[in-house]
């Protein structure tokens, strides 16, 4: 879903590529045995499932698997299973024949195909339909698939990384994920803790997202007050690692002059009442509460940033954000949003960033780490048109 994406990109979603490319960053005792692990199973070829909350590294531990694999010279293809619609997900996949469908034009592999030799990463695998999850079953243990709409096996070598933030075990008893092939992929299970609970980390990752961020944009951190730092260290990270590097980018764009206080930090740091990160908490209001709730938030956040950014620039700061988002010509409130589908959020998204980039799609989909095919999918799904924008 492209709601989903938005909030990831909304909270600087890079998966950390630019500074920790090859292991996950912490001194923590947790994290030091994960990278170890990691090296262990990575030379062989044995599925791993990797879990964790949003934000925490899991594809960091991914493309880690990847590099110190034997396969490191084959493809690597990642998939967001998330983010693909049920009714072409298979077509995705394992590729179709043409003719199978209306629109199959021509013959095309899918990520498995595509990914022979090497090693393909499906990210939330949790959210997979269950019809998908047979098929992908039959891999594992054959290396065998039919494309949509074919009539003959195919056989493919490929090394599987799944990543989840769903509690799997539970979605199994619920019935949401089959059973054989959750046992299937937690012969080698990496599960990454969140960051409220490696206090430790926190130090590590805040350096290194200031210092990766300062060196791509060419630019000075004047550094933080040892008051302020505990307190980042002793912060409820809700949002885990992505949550405290979006923090860091904001940090040293807001404050380039000085060294940064206790205020600072505060300011930009504020506890929402409403919101509780534990697991158990998130689930006492409706799911689709919640998710609209997280969308306005990561939106308003940005928000606030970018009024400022603007302040800051126009030497004003006596202007208190209002309750827009993104920007004065694409206005959603907290009415707006509880009162709206998820199609509909969906939907306005798409077409404010599609006339923001003057119709783009390419220029769309790499913002939102998509494909092309499934923006236009999107479009064609929402009637959208440029004319209509």
């Not at 095309?108 to 022979?116: C, H, K, L, T, V």
């Not at 012969?187 to 990752?205: C, T, W």
């Not at 700061?317 to 010509?329: G, H, M, V």
């Not at 707006?336 to 589908?341: L, T, V």
């Amino acid at each position: 879903m492209i709601f989903f994406i938005i909030f990831n990109k909304l909270y600087n979603n890079v998966i950390f590529k630019d500074i920790m490319e090859y292991k996950l960053l912490g001194e923590s005792i947790q994290i030091k045995e994960l990278n170890e692990t990691i090296k262990q199973v990575a030379p062989t070829d044995i599925s791993v499932l990797i879990t964790g909350e949003s934000g925490t590294g899991k594809e960091v531990a991914a493309n880690a698997i990847y590099f110190y694999s034997k396969r490191n010279d084959k493809p690597y293809i990642k998939v967001n299973c998330g983010a693909i619609p049920e009714g072409i997900i298979e077509s995705e996949l394992f590729g179709h024949q043409k003719g199978a469908f209306t629109g199959a034009i021509e013959t095309r592999p899918g990520y498995f195909e595509m990914a022979d030799k090497g090693t393909i990463f499906l990210d939330e695998i949790g959210e997979m339909p269950l019809a998908t999850q047979v098929k992908i079953l039959r891999v594992l243990e054959s290396g065998e698939f039919m494309k949509v709409g074919g009539n003959k096996n195919q056989r493919v070598d490929v090394r599987v990384i799944a990543a989840t933030n769903r509690d799997l075990q539970k979605e199994v008893f619920n019935k949401n994920f089959r059973e054989d092939l959750y046992f299937r992929l937690k012969s080698i299970n990496l599960h990454i803790p969140p960051l409220r609970e490696r206090k430790s980390d926190v130090k590590a990752l805040f350096n290194s997202f200031v210092e990766g961020f300062c060196k791509k944009n060419s630019v000075k951190f004047k550094g933080i007050d040892e008051e302020a730092m505990e307190y980042v260290v002793n912060y409820d990270w809700s949002g885990n690692a992505r949550e405290l590097k979006n923090f860091c980018e904001s940090i040293i764009v807001l404050y380039p002059d000085r060294k940064l206080t206790l205020s600072d930090v505060k300011k930009h740091l504020k506890t929402d009442s409403n919101y509780n990160s534990s697991l158990p908490a998130l689930q006492m209001k409706a799911r689709e509460q919640i998710e609209k709730d997280l969308i306005l938030r990561a939106l308003f956040e940005l928000k606030s940033d970018i009024l400022e950014v603007k302040n800051v620039l126009q030497g004003s700061q006596n202007k208190e954000p209002n309750f827009k988002i993104l920007s004065d010509d694409f206005i959603l409130s907290k009415e707006d949003i509880n009162n709206m589908s998820f199609d509909e959020i969906e939907k306005e998204i798409l077409l404010y960033l599609l006339n923001n980039n003057n119709w783009d799609v390419s220029k769309v989909a790499k913002s939102l780490g998509q494909t092309p095919r499934n923006i236009y999918l999107k479009i064609k799904k929402f009637n959208l048109s440029k004319e209509a924008g």
